[in-house]
């Protein structure tokens, strides 16, 4: 979806349709992605959570994400180290596009998943990493977050890391979209994670749509103290015609490179039902999981969590038809 998903998006959103273009709807309901959940997603580890959920901005210094539950799995493949990434000024991860920061040793690899959240397929990307005791990085596409906000919070809440992948998934170098739509693709991203996650704030951890990087928006996010993150190695999980293919690619190129970021989207079904093998393969392949982790949570800016709220249709409890909560009585 990394390619057709920026196209489709990126062409609905100047016909002012966005969501009505998707040929693909948002098919489950809340109850079923929620049986499908992980079923020992910790407690958060701190009080955060708690008083997040009010219409304060939590305070930067809030940890930014809760502990990830004690492994069941003796032979998983868990996660081998954590790094923590300081975000000041932007640095760029992903040697597809950033040579810079080569953190990782052999063997290593960091698991990254884009365009949720999503129904069915990212509580089974969920459950894979629960059952594997390992982690990765979610980039969730704003209005995705909107759609599907308890499924966003079952990532949370199983202690994987949290940034952000635009509002509506545009292809920032579309030369239709001014420098101010660009910046709004950027932020009201943030705040529509921000919003479905009840007001926490996601790590200041950054993927462009397609990767399709404009200079003046990597020179943004610098100023905005947000990583970028590239990849090492591309799946390419959304052309493939089998879960299968989706191992074979990640696989191949592990071997041919000893390491790296890999981008995968839970938004894929091919790749919700490959992880578990894929994990397993990782695990007999001597390949280790790092965990990254942002320093201090991202700052929203205020104006774009304000607009948010006028966007999103906010969740009712009722979900009763029309006709059992109007009655005519008399006309
Ligand atoms: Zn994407």
């Not at 109850?31 to 009010?54: C, N, S």
């Not at 304060?56 to 954590?82: D, E, K, Y």
């Not at 920032?172 to 996650?197: C, H, M, P, R, Y």
């Amino acid at each position: 979806m990394r390619v057709a998903a920026g196209l489709i998006l990126a062409s609905a959103m100047s016909l002012g349709m966005a969501s009505a273009a998707w040929s693909q709807t948002p098919a489950a309901k809340p109850a079923a992605a929620t049986q499908a959940a992980p079923a020992a997603a910790p407690a958060p580890q701190t009080a955060a959570p708690q008083t997040a959920a009010v219409a304060n901005p939590p305070s930067p210094q809030q940890a930014p994400q809760p502990a990830r539950a004690a492994c069941n799995n003796a032979n998983a493949l868990g996660v081998a180290r954590t790094v923590e990434i300081d975000t000041t000024g932007g640095p760029g991860f992903g040697f597809e596009h950033f040579k810079e920061l080569d953190f990782l040793r052999d063997h290593e690899v960091v698991l990254t998943f884009d365009d949720g959240p999503w129904p069915h397929n990212t509580p089974a990307v969920l459950k894979a990493l629960a059952d594997e005791c390992t982690t990765g990085i979610f980039f969730p596409i704003g209005k995705h977050s909107t759609y599907e906000p308890e499924i966003l919070k079952q990532v949370y809440a199983a202690g994987h890391t949290i940034g952000a992948h635009t509002w509506s998934h545009a292809n920032l170098n579309n030369k239709k979209l001014t420098e101010q739509q660009k910046k709004d693709e950027i932020e009201k991203g943030f705040s529509a994670v921000k919003w479905a996650l009840g007001g926490i704030s996601p790590s200041p951890f950054f993927r462009f749509p397609a990767l399709q990087h404009p200079p003046e928006m990597v020179t943004y996010l610098g100023n905005r103290n947000i990583a970028i993150f590239s990849c090492d190695l591309d799946s390419f999980d959304f052309k493939a015609s089998k879960p299968e293919k989706v191992i074979d690619t990640v696989m191949k190129k592990l071997t041919k490179l000893g390491k790296g970021i890999i981008l995968m989207h839970d938004f894929q079904k091919h790749t919700a039902e490959a992880l578990p093998t894929l994990l397993q393969q990782l695990k007999a392949g001597g390949y280790k999981v790092v965990a990254m982790r942002a320093k201090n949570p991202v700052s929203t800016l205020s104006e774009y969590d304000q607009e948010l709220l006028k966007d999103v249709k906010l969740p009712t409890v009722s979900q009763r038809p029309v006709n059992s909560v109007v009655t005519t009585v008399s006309e």
